[in-house]
């Protein structure tokens, strides 16, 4: 694969981590334990009524897969840059995880952190 377009893809993949690091903050903390695991904060508003206890109680049951939608796409950046970081006789970057040929260049630039073929990823 090109190397202009992997510095390419790196650079898109870095950015979109630390926009959805940056979204993550606003309703969670980064837990470490597992690693890469975030925790949504619950809403703490004290001295409410019951139905603005009823409300924070319904906006943390809501960001609660968000949060994991947002964990799962980080995960997936995350290993795509290690696998762009290997040692090039390692590096499996670019490589469909189920049938072990390229993933298509189109593929990649629109989701760089695919690790699946085209054909592969509709199976």
Not at 26 to 37: I, M, N, R, V
Request: proline share 5%; net charge negative.
């Amino acid at each position: 694969m090109d190397k202009k377009l992997i510095e390419d893809l790196k650079k898109k993949l870095k950015a979109e981590k630390t926009a959805i690091e940056k979204e993550l903050e606003t309703f969670a903390k980064k837990d470490d334990s597992p690693k890469g695991d975030w925790e949504t904060k619950y809403p703490n508003r004290e001295n409410g009524t019951m139905e603005e206890e009823a409300d924070e109680v319904q906006e943390y049951g809501n960001m609660l897969p968000v949060e994991h939608s947002l964990e799962l796409k980080l995960k997936d950046i995350n290993s795509a840059l290690e696998k762009m970081g290997a040692p090039s006789g390692s590096n499996t970057y670019g490589v469909c995880e189920k049938c072990a040929k390229p993933i298509e260049e189109k593929r990649l630039m629109a989701c760089p952190e695919a690790k699946t073929c085209l054909k592969c990823n509709g199976n």
